[in-house]
């Protein structure tokens, strides 16, 4: 399933998917962090640190959303590493963002994607600036210098592997479960990489078993493979109402028993790291 607009907290939002309907959207509110997770702290350089100033944004730069992505930043170096990422940064303002630590400003960021706290993994620290996995713009980072951001502590990480139509949850490391699920065809697959879970969304259809879907960062490799309308949607993990798991039939997104959906809807947060493997 893709996820046109994750959770939007207006009355007139609405959610398309790529799964065969296109439900209504409703505020959700997503899972606090877990019991034990500490505060958020504000950002600032390491002791010691020389940080590379930050030049001023350039006038017009476009600002990424939900729908729009923007051009230039680099490609994460680690992109299929399973390692667990365990600081996510929460902005406080908008903020430009660049595409090497003291390089040029390609975009800007806002607190906010379609409504909800926007909570990007952080993936690198380097002389007093932060690497953040991007929203809208699969297997990218930018990065931000110290102010205007905050972080929060990240426990859990989910992994999808392809080749095996696995999902698994993991938290502080520690594999918690495992669940059979599926992926999508091979005209339409599941973007490989790391992204991060944005938010939640309601879907009433009875296909998705009256669940909601956690909306990821990633989006469609090839935007032709999808009905047009579908060209911004975002990849999703998701309930489905048969039992037709360990093969490839969606249009990108994760469908999982419902049992499991449930169990990821009451203990994954936003900024929840996801990594697919092949």
Known sequence: MLVRRAVVLAALAASLTACGSKPAAKPQAAPSAPAGSEAASPSAPAAGESAPPAAPAATGLPT?????????????????????????LQLTAKSPVYDAPGGQARAYLTPHISGVD????????????????LPSINRSIGWLPAGN?????????????????????LRD?????????????????????????????????????????????????????????????????????????GIR????????????????????????????LP
Request: charged content about 15%.
């Open 118 to 133: 926007l909570v990007m993994p952080i993936v690198a620290r380097r002389n007093g600036w932060v690497a953040v996995l």
């Open 249 to 276: 039939s969606s249009n990108g997104c994760v469908r999982m028993p419902p049992p499991a959906q449930q169990v990821l809807l009451a203990q994954i947060p936003p900024g929840t790291s996801v990594v697919v």
């Open 64 to 88: 990424i959303t939900y729908t729009k992505a923007a051009t230039g930043f680099p490609a994460d170096p680690e992109q299929s590493s399973t390692a667990q990422l365990t600081e996510g």
């Open 173 to 245: 490391g520690a594999p918690q479960q495992t669940w059979t699920v599926a992926i999508g065809t091979d005209r339409t697959p599941t973007p490989l990489g790391r992204t991060f879970v944005i938010a939640r969304s309601a879907l009433p259809s009875k296909v998705y078993a009256g669940l909601d879907v956690l909306a990821l960062g990633a989006v469609p490799d090839d935007k032709e493979a999808v009905a047009a309308g579908l060209a911004d949607a975002h990849t999703g993990i998701h309930a489905w109402h048969r039992n037709e798991f």
């Open 149 to 169: 951001w905050a972080t929060r502590p990240l426990r859990d990480q989910l992994v999808v592997r392809r080749g095996a139509f696995t999902l698994t949850w």
